[in-house]
T-cell receptor
Framework: ETGVTQTPRHLVMGMTNKKSLKCEQH?????MYWYKQSAKKPLELMFV???????ENNSVPSRFSPECPNSSHLFLHLHTLQPEDSALYLC?????????????FGPGTRLTVT | AQSVSQHNHHVILSEAASLELGCNYS??????LFWYVQYPGQHLQLLLK??????LVKGIKGFEAEFIKSKFSFNLRKPSVQWSDTAEYFC?????????FGSGTKLNVKP
């Protein structure tokens, strides 16, 4: 148990669907992240929330919309995705401090866009 | 832009062989470095980390890594691997709150 949970673990959706991925951390951290993990590619940082404010948005298409209602929860809302968006989406959390602490990862949501 | 390179994409070893996985980062200033491991079907978890001080860092399960500033490298080592070390290994760097990951190295240890 990592202290970071993600639901659902698997998701199949059509290109016209709207769905949401959920992440919850039970570690008392104040920073949360969304990553995309595709085969044979580096983990791609998508969004960073620090103290519930979005501090990083790495040129992610608008069909991905994050939401961080509080420091323990993070959502990724999905809308009109493309087949190339199929990947493992990982959530992570860390504690904002100096030096920066390591990230704790959830198990991921395996997304397939048909 | 900062980046992390892992040169070995797939490594196959027999049990008891020695392991060294390469990792190079691109930024020359102060940077924090990490190795993460992802066992089959499990989440990414921290193996070891380097912030400052002794450049030889010891992590869990007998792994260690050496920070060589002149080579921009942070290679992961283990003197004798076990079948249970079969996993994917990711090198990562962090600077100014931004994390950068390598593409990963899949290690397959044959019993």
């Amino acid at each position: 148990e990592t202290g970071v949970t993600q639901t659902p673990r698997h998701l199949v959706m059509g290109m016209t669907n709207k769905k949401s991925l959920k992440c919850e951390q039970h570690l008392g951290h104040n920073a949360m992240y969304w990553y995309k993990q595709s085969a044979k590619k580096p983990l791609e940082l998508m969004f960073v929330y620090s103290l519930e404010e979005r501090v990083e948005n790495n040129s992610v298409p608008s069909r991905f919309s994050p939401e961080c209602p509080n420091s323990s929860h993070l959502f990724l809302h999905l809308h009109t995705l493309q087949p190339e968006d199929s990947a493992l989406y990982l959530c992570a959390s860390s504690q904002e401090r100096t030096p920066k602490g390591e990230q704790y990862f959830g198990p991921g949501t395996r997304l397939t866009v048909t | 832009a900062q980046s992390v390179s892992q040169h070995n994409h797939h490594v196959i070893l027999s049990e008891a062989a020695s392991l060294e996985l390469g990792c190079n980062y691109s930024y020359g200033g102060t940077v924090n470095l990490f190795w993460y491991v992802q066992y089959p079907g499990q989440h990414l978890q921290l193996l070891l980390k380097y912030f400052s001080g002794d450049p030889l860092v010891k992590g869990i399960k007998g792994f260690e890594a050496e920070f060589i500033k002149s080579k921009f490298s942070f290679n992961l080592r283990k003197p004798s691997v076990q079948w249970s070390d079969t996993a994917e290994y990711f090198c990562a760097s962090e600077r100014w709150g931004k994390f950068y990951f390598g593409s990963g190295t899949k290690l397959n240890v044959k019993p």
